[in-house]
Nanobody, 124 residues
């Protein structure tokens, strides 16, 4: 169906920046809303950001608003997450997700496809 692969995670100091990438492959669809979620050890998976098809509408979790920016390149069928002013509490595995919907959602149950995740670790 749709396969998603994340990249760009790593170890950074507090206050630093990272750019996460998510590329779609396999049998893809032209109208996918995309989202980013994250999960820290012992915690539930939480919503981070989402972007509609074709990309005119975005939404962010309160905890990342003003620091994170989601964007997409529809020609490449890719989505990105620019992360600035990193904090230790941002440490988590970050997952890319795609929905067979143009509107997108903050509910993980609304997403049909998931990547394997990429680790982001922020040191203080």
């Amino acid at each position: 169906q749709v396969q998603l692969v994340e990249s760009g995670g790593g170890l950074v100091q507090a206050g630093g920046s990272l750019r996460l990438s998510c590329a779609a492959s396999g049998r893809t669809f032209s109208s996918l809303a995309m989202g980013w979620f994250r999960q820290a050890p012992g915690k539930e998976r939480e919503f981070v950001a989402r972007i509609s098809w074709p990309g005119g509408s975005t939404r962010y979790a309160d905890s990342v608003k003003g620091r994170f920016t989601i964007s997409r390149d529809n020609a490449k069928m890719a989505v990105y997450l620019q992360i600035n002013s990193l904090k230790p509490e941002d440490t988590a595995v970050y997952y890319c997700a795609a929905s067979d919907s143009t509107r997108g959602s903050s509910n993980p149950s609304s997403y049909d496809y998931w990547g394997q995740g990429t680790q982001v670790t922020v040191s203080s």
